[in-house]
């Protein structure tokens, strides 16, 4: 089950043009509907319109080649390594779920493009990073989901409660979920592989149709976020925040964490 | 006098929601950042604010004592063991502060529960619990009868 492709498979009764113009459609979706949430939200222009503020107010001037520079370092940090996130479970779990869901994206891209068919033999590598990925997705989620979730950690809500901020971490869920049983029941056979092919057709599209309603493009913005960060620093404004203590005699030990969550 | 988040820094990790002694910093149900339910009820302690790890919060205060253009910024450095402001006034001047987060070592407070419990009596005592010794005197100033004067003074 690991090493076949599912997809190639499916071209016998979905031709694979078929399958092609949904991944197409589903791209489109992604880049059209982080458009809509910049324009209806203006964050492109408050995102702007900060960075003007923050070359003002900065005591140091930052140029062209130091924020190329420090674009590199988020991208290698901030971004790879998911390093804003203080909770070390919080960070673990995005790892998973961000590199998980890059890995399954990738190979059904790679998969229905250029082997859609039996005629067009897959390496056995894609199908594995598929389910690898998908896999990873669900281990990462389902611990956010049930355990790490600040609403549920936090303020005890129940894990069964569904609010609008979870709509992206559900239907993530949902689509490697359904995509990973289908891939099961396709294997063996089953009759039911075809509901739950559609099932995953259906997640799949409110994953990424929801993109100005979800979380989807914190994905863009967050980045872009985490430079300007970098950007201030550099530059000495800091956020207007004080600059770093000059480091004085410790005492005792770091404050302990919370244990509830 | 509210606090209120800066939500493109906030993470959403609840350190603020944890803290609060008013239980007013919650999670919005549609970007699950946090948020100020309930400003009237904020008693600006700065708890959410010192707390937050990206610095996220900020505090609005009443117009008669913090007029715009002023800034209150604090940012804690654990490693450290300090907690640093910036004071900036309307007209531009700056005051910087340091402190220390604590002057005792960690655990060297004793808790209330390690205290011994009183003795029932102890109710008929004219001190107050923990009385002498938290004053850091050795007895209580008091007046004897031979003290006190007769008749009018």
């Known amino acids: 089950m690991f090493t076949t492709n599912h997809f190639a498979e499916l071209s016998a009764t979905i031709s694979p043009a078929i399958m092609q113009t949904?991944?197409?459609?589903?791209?489109?979706?992604?880049?059209?509907?982080?458009?809509?949430?910049?324009?209806?939200?203006?964050?492109?222009?408050?995102?702007?319109e900060n960075w003007r503020k923050v070359q003002e107010k900065g005591k140091q001037p930052v140029s062209g080649g130091e924020v190329a520079s420090l674009a590199i370092q988020t991208a290698a940090v901030e971004v790879l390594t998911s390093a804003e996130f203080c909770n070390p479970r919080r960070r673990i779990s995005h790892l998973l779920t961000m590199y998980g869901f890059l890995l399954y994206v990738i190979s059904t891209f790679i998969m229905v493009f250029w082997y859609p068919t039996p005629a067009t033999p897959t390496p056995a590598i894609l199908p594995v990073l598929w389910s690898l990925g998908a896999l990873m997705v669900c281990v990462g989620g389902y611990w956010f989901w049930f355990f790490i979730r600040v609403d549920v950690a936090s303020e005890g809500n129940s894990p069964f409660r569904v609010v609008r901020a979870d709509l992206?971490?559900?239907?993530?869920?949902?689509?490697?979920?359904?995509?990973?049983?289908?891939?099961?029941?396709?294997?063996s056979g089953s009759g039911a592989a075809t509901v739950f092919l559609?099932?995953?057709?259906?997640?799949?599209?409110?994953?990424?149709?929801s993109v100005p309603w979800s979380k989807f493009s914190h994905m863009f913005f967050k980045p872009a976020a985490a430079l300007q960060k970098k950007v201030e620093t550099a530059n000495g404004s800091r956020r207007n925040l004080p600059p770093p203590a000059d480091k004085p005699e410790i005492l005792g030990s770091a404050r302990r964490q919370p244990g509830h969550y | 006098m509210p606090t209120f988040v800066y939500m493109t820094s906030c993470d959403g990790c609840g350190h603020c929601v944890d803290i609060c002694p008013s239980d007013i910093m919650h999670i919005d149900t549609t970007y699950r950042r946090a948020y100020n339910i309930e400003p009237n009820f904020c008693w600006e302690c700065y708890a959410c604010v010192k707390a937050c790890?990206?610095?996220?919060?900020?505090?609005?205060?009443?117009?008669?004592?913090?007029?715009?253009?002023?800034?209150?910024?604090?940012l804690r450095e654990e490693e450290k063991g300090t907690i640093s402001w910036k004071v900036t006034f309307r007209d531009g001047r700056e005051k910087n502060f340091v402190s220390p987060i604590r002057t005792t070592p960690w655990g060297s407070i004793k808790s209330p529960a390690d205290y011994e419990v009183p003795a029932p009596d102890a109710?008929?005592?004219?001190?107050?619990?923990?009385?002498?010794?938290?004053?850091?005197?050795?007895?209580?100033?008091?007046?004897?009868?031979?003290q006190l004067k007769q008749g009018v003074v």
């Open chain 1, 22 to 48: 949904f991944v197409v459609v589903m791209i489109l979706c992604v880049a059209g509907g982080t458009l809509l949430d910049m324009l209806h939200k203006k964050s492109a222009r408050y995102f702007f």
């Open chain 1, 168 to 187: 992206f971490i559900l239907s993530l869920l949902a689509s490697v979920t359904f995509g990973l049983i289908w891939a099961v029941l396709q294997a």
């Open chain 1, 198 to 209: 559609g099932l995953y057709l259906i997640a799949t599209t409110v994953l990424f149709g």
């Open chain 2, 53 to 74: 790890p990206q610095n996220a919060i900020d505090v609005r205060g009443y117009a008669e004592f913090a007029p715009m253009g002023h800034s209150v910024r604090c």
């Open chain 2, 123 to 146: 109710l008929n005592s004219q001190e107050l619990a923990h009385e002498p010794d938290a004053l850091n005197i050795d007895a209580l100033p008091a007046l004897t009868p031979d």
